[in-house]
């Protein structure tokens, strides 16, 4: 099978869709398949472009076995809402030119969104190459927008609105990553035979319970109970109740680890110094090789989701952590993906976004019951192993590709 992989984020970047997609396209490589893959320059998440592909409008590239096409964007450091607008929509023009010229026929395109109208460009390249179109959604857009204030105005909510209806439309098959995406798509009127449910993961071989790793530790200053978030700073995390907890801990043996970059990185280092808190520190995002011991050096790692975004996003961090084989502490609605996945699999705890009483209730029970919080992250680990490890969904996705695929030819 030829399959068409389209998304604005791929490897060496390590944000979630692009490590998710260099370890899909390894297994379709490894199962025989043939894949392409449609990209940007890496710039994720500095906005700088690394000089072995600066100063390009086109390049390919071989990766894993991959071929890689990659066509122009416009990429910055100042993370500004039109800058990033101005970053998605040069690709967006880019990708559907050089896609068209450059691009082989395919039995099959899996595009994978954001940006919402990579799903127009994505069905324009079916198109113009005669074959069928997998959408695949990691968050529900123009909603998560709208929910954190980055989209305002009637008409250009609309708008977006209706792109989003078109895109679902015009997809063969559409695929989510959780039920509760499902929910919203078919309470949009999308047809349940053309949705099909395939959560994201974590790969268990790649990380692995470990104990806890005292050189980085030291290297931090974790003398005490380490509470680790890593991941992007972004306007779905919601990080402020931490920097509240902290405050109220200040003084008791808690040490708040924040690691990666995002717009929202600036405000939360600003709300922490004019506290004055020494228990809390900023790290850049590390290497995703040391990732694996940046989850074993906590006693507990953090995933946070807005309540705006409860419904519309699902951080892809939860599943690392749960191969990790740590407990889980989220801040996330009761009604999210994330609370629900850690109640099913019982590897930790959940906290309302704004209950910061409760947050520094369950920080300072884990403190003090280590055997019960560590029996939470064997859980963890044992529930990604059965129903979240990489080889298992990603040859599910292997599997709708290849359904899609069938049709054209039938």
Same mark, same amino acid.
């Given at each position: 099978?030829?399959?068409?992989?389209?998304?604005?984020?791929?490897?060496?970047?390590?944000?979630?869709?692009?490590?998710?997609?260099?370890?899909?396209?390894?297994?379709?490589?490894?199962?025989?398949?043939?894949?392409?893959?449609?990209?940007?320059?890496?710039?994720?998440?500095?906005?700088?472009?690394?000089?072995?592909?600066?100063?390009?409008?086109?390049?390919?590239?071989?990766?894993?076995?991959?071929?890689?096409?990659?066509?122009?964007?416009?990429?910055?450091?100042?993370?500004?809402?039109?800058?990033?607008?101005?970053?998605?929509?040069?690709?967006?023009?880019?990708?559907?030119?050089?896609?068209?010229?450059?691009?082989?026929?395919?039995?099959?395109?899996?595009?994978?969104?954001?940006?919402?109208?990579?799903?127009?460009?994505?069905?324009?390249?079916?198109?113009?190459?005669?074959?069928?179109?997998?959408?695949?959604?990691?968050?529900?857009?123009?909603?998560?927008?709208?929910?954190?204030?980055?989209?305002?105005?009637?008409?250009?909510?609309?708008?977006?609105?209706?792109?989003?209806?078109?895109?679902?439309?015009?997809?063969?098959?559409?695929?989510?990553?959780?039920?509760?995406?499902?929910?919203?798509?078919?309470?949009?009127?999308?047809?349940?035979?053309?949705?099909?449910?395939?959560?994201?993961?974590?790969?268990?071989?790649?990380?692995?319970?470990?104990?806890?790793?005292?050189?980085?530790?030291?290297?931090?200053?974790?003398?005490?109970?380490? +509470? /680790?978030?890593?991941? @992007?700073?972004?306007?779905?995390?919601?990080? *402020?109740? &931490?920097? %509240?907890?902290?405050? $109220? =801990? !200040?003084?008791?043996?808690?040490?708040?680890?924040?690691?990666?970059?995002?717009?929202?990185?600036?405000?939360?280092?600003?709300?922490?110094?004019?506290?004055?808190?020494?228990?809390?520190?900023?790290?850049?995002?590390?290497?995703?090789?040391?990732?694996?011991?940046?989850?074993?050096?906590?006693?507990?790692?953090?995933?946070?989701?807005?309540?705006?975004?409860?419904?519309?996003?699902?951080?892809?961090?939860?599943?690392?952590?749960?191969?990790?084989?740590?407990?889980?502490?989220?801040?996330?609605?009761?009604?999210?993906?994330?609370?629900? +996945? /850690?109640?099913?699999? @019982?590897?930790?705890?959940?906290?309302?976004? *704004?209950? &910061?009483? %409760?947050?520094?209730? $369950? =920080? !300072?029970?884990?403190?003090?019951?280590?055997?019960?919080?560590?029996?939470?992250?064997?859980?963890?680990?044992?529930?990604?192993?059965?129903?979240?490890?990489?080889?298992?969904?990603?040859?599910?996705?292997?599997?709708?590709?290849?359904?899609?695929?069938?049709?054209?030819?039938?």
């Amino acid at each position: 099978m030829d399959i068409l992989v389209y998304s604005a984020y791929y490897q060496p970047e390590q944000v979630g869709p692009a490590i998710f997609l260099g370890e899909l396209a390894a297994d379709l490589v490894a199962a025989g398949h043939r894949v392409t893959v449609l990209t940007g320059f890496p710039n994720y998440p500095h906005g700088v472009i690394p000089a072995a592909y600066r100063h390009k409008v086109f390049q390919r590239e071989r990766l894993a076995g991959v071929d890689v096409i990659r066509t122009y964007l416009y990429a910055s450091p100042v993370r500004t809402m039109p800058r990033r607008v101005a970053s998605f929509a040069t690709f967006i023009g880019s990708s559907l030119v050089g896609g068209a010229l450059a691009a082989p026929r395919a039995d099959v395109i899996y595009a994978t969104l954001p940006p919402l109208p990579l799903g127009v460009t994505a069905w324009a390249l079916a198109r113009l190459k005669g074959t069928r179109l997998v959408v695949n959604l990691q968050d529900i857009h123009p909603e998560i927008a709208v929910a954190a204030g980055v989209l305002r105005g009637r008409r250009i909510i609309r708008f977006f609105e209706a792109m989003e209806g078109w895109v679902y439309r015009h997809a063969d098959r559409l695929v989510v990553i959780s039920e509760g995406f499902k929910e919203n798509l078919l309470a949009k009127g999308v047809p349940e035979s053309r949705i099909r449910v395939v959560p994201n993961w974590a790969d268990p071989e790649f990380v692995r319970p470990e104990a806890r790793d005292d050189p980085l530790r030291g290297e931090w200053g974790l003398s005490n109970f380490a +509470l /680790v978030y890593s991941g @992007g700073l972004t306007y779905n995390s919601h990080l *402020e109740p &931490v920097i %509240e907890a902290a405050a $109220v =801990l !200040r003084d008791e043996p808690f040490r708040f680890v924040i690691i990666g970059d995002g717009v929202r990185k600036s405000a939360l280092e600003d709300a922490a110094r004019a506290r004055g808190l020494p228990n809390v520190a900023f790290l850049p995002f590390q290497p995703l090789e040391r990732y694996p011991k940046v989850l074993s050096t906590a006693d507990m790692n953090l995933v946070t989701l807005s309540s705006a975004a409860a419904m519309t996003s699902v951080p892809s961090k939860i599943y690392k952590t749960m191969a990790s084989g740590r407990p889980v502490l989220a801040i996330a609605p009761a009604s999210s993906e994330i609370a629900r +996945l /850690v109640k099913a699999a @019982g590897c930790g705890f959940v906290v309302e976004p *704004e209950q &910061v009483d %409760e947050l520094v209730g $369950v =920080l !300072r029970y884990a403190a003090t019951h280590r055997e019960e919080i560590g029996e939470m992250g064997r859980c963890g680990r044992q529930y990604l192993e059965q129903h979240l490890a990489r080889k298992v969904l990603t040859g599910r996705i292997a599997a709708i590709l290849s359904e899609v695929a069938s049709e054209k030819r039938g």
